[in-house]
């Protein structure tokens, strides 16, 4: 019974997702009705407890991020850039490479450190104006996204600075660029077999005489205001975010230390407040990369941008409620549904797999669904079982690097499920439903899935690592 309501929460979550409900209402509705019939006396311990704890503790870490993900975004496309860069890539290689185009800029945004989410914000823009041009239907922009952000530049390619990268190294004592050439043969797979897919929609849509759409929503403002910029001074913010996040990860260490304490300036005596910097740098990182790349568009183009600065930025900021909003919502179920007997139940049940790499594979994949996260079920899964899963792999000759890598990709396969932070997230910027676009981020998920396997095996064939 106790593993029949997780999976109802989860199953009724999921419907009422794909269908195009708030997630903000039926997360906590999905998680205190597990937790009803669970325990009913734990109702309200839980949602305040725990529930409204999570969600609470991941919007104070992380709408800084959305908010200023989105204004950064906002401007890109008041300012003229995106449609600077489309035209550009578009001249460059011509718009058949539309997706190509979208795939590759989301990939070098990731690689290079900038957080999942601000891609979606500052992507969007260039997809949608590029996707127009090149008379593609917007239905493939959360696809497209999903294959360059979601994939392998979040959790295969060695040397991600993503956290499903480095989550790992804590647990197996290896540093990001664990398994080279499984990671890198792994990318490959991902990237071609998600392009050949994307492709493939894209042909049988322009065969049907299907174009980009009408009476869309959340549509990039047209750009008023006079010659485009050239596309390198166009481009240059984007590639300032991404300098800049790497310099404050260095900087932001050797600047305040391991931790910082300071007094609040009160009346009466006031407990010094301590921040331990370790766990905030790469956040604070990406909050100062932001705040360059919104700089470097109002110095670059101060003209269009604060001609619509405050009816851009107040729609950018409602963007930014919502999808943090929902995210968190779905942050605050995966921690309640955790809690619960029937989840322990699932994770016993998959401890059972012989195979060290197939049961560690599973295993991440199968939580990482359960709560909607890459980085929650794979950091669950390493807490409760990093130690059988070393002791299987030392007892079977396997390096500690492969283990990294396995559990890296599976995290980032079922995941992605329709009440996944980060698929609601980009429905609700590109103003998509799942049920227009989310078969294809599934298609790409199922990719994703089954080259962890791919992997796995190529790793038992050739020794390779």
């Known amino acids: ?67 200023l993900g989105a204004v950064f975004g906002k ?25 190509l185009s979208i795939v590759v800029v989301c990939a070098l945004l990731t690689y290079g450190g900038v957080s999942l989410f601000v891609v979606v914000f500052a992507v969007y823009p260039f997809a949608s104006e590029l996707f127009r041009q090149s008379e593609i239907p ?34 197996f004592g290896t540093d990001s660029w664990a398994a080279p050439v499984l990671g890198t043969v792994g990318s490959v797979l991902i990237f071609a077999f998600g392009m050949l897919y994307l492709e493939w929609r894209r042909r049988r849509a322009a065969v049907a005489g299907e174009g980009y759409g009408t009476e869309l929503r959340n549509e990039p403002e047209a750009f008023v205001g006079g010659q485009l910029r050239h596309p390198l001074l166009a481009v240059l913010p984007l590639v300032l975010v991404g300098v800049a996040n790497k310099l404050f990860t260095v900087l932001i260490p050797r600047l305040y230390g391991d931790s910082h304490t300071f007094v609040p300036a009160v009346m009466g005596e006031a407990a010094p407040v301590v921040q331990e910097v370790s766990r905030v740098t790469a956040i604070w990182a990406v909050q100062g990369a932001l705040l360059v790349g919104i700089l470097s568009v ?57 195979d060290p790499l197939v049961n ?74 799942h049920r227009q676009s989310y078969g294809d981020i599934f298609a790409i998920t199922v990719i994703s899935t ?16």
């Open 298 to 354: 109002l110095l670059l183009a101060w003209k269009p941008v604060t001609r619509r600065f405050a009816g851009g930025t107040r729609t950018a900021i409602g963007g930014a409620l919502l999808a943090s909003m929902n995210t968190a919502s779905e942050y605050g179920f995966g921690a309640v549904i955790a809690a619960l007997p029937g989840f322990l139940l699932v994770a016993n049940a998959l401890n059972g797999i012989p």
């Open 75 to 99: 401007l890109i496309e008041l300012s003229g850039f995106s449609k600077s860069i489309v035209a550009a890539t578009i001249r460059l290689f011509g718009p058949q490479r539309a997706l």
């Open 360 to 433: 560690e594979a599973v295993t991440v994949t199968a939580l990482a669904g359960i709560t909607g996260s890459a980085s929650g079920g794979m950091g669950i899964a390493l807490a409760a079982m990093s130690e059988s899963f070393i002791a299987n792999a030392e007892a079977a000759g396997i390096p500690m690097d492969v283990l990294h890598r396995v559990a890296a990709m599976a995290s980032g396969g079922m995941d992605t499920l329709p009440h996944n932070g980060a698929v609601i997230t980009l429905l609700a910027v590109t103003g998509l439903s």
């Open 1 to 67: 019974m106790a593993l029949l309501i997780v999976l109802g929460a989860l199953s009724f979550l999921m419907v009422v997702a794909y269908r195009g409900h708030s997630v903000i209402l039926f997360a906590p509705v999905a998680a205190m009705g597990a937790v009803l019939l669970t325990d009913p006396t734990l109702v309200a311990p839980m949602f305040t407890g725990l529930f409204m704890e999570k969600m609470a503790g991941f919007l104070k870490l992380y709408f800084p991020v959305f908010l």
């Open 450 to 465: 089954l080259t962890v396997f791919a992997v796995i095996g190529l790793y038992y064939l050739t020794g390779w690592v």
């Open 138 to 171: 917007k239905r493939l922009i959360p696809g497209t996204i999903a294959l360059g952000a979601f994939t392998f530049t979040m959790m295969a390619l060695p040397g991600t600075p993503q956290i499903q990268n480095i989550i790992p190294t804590a647990f």
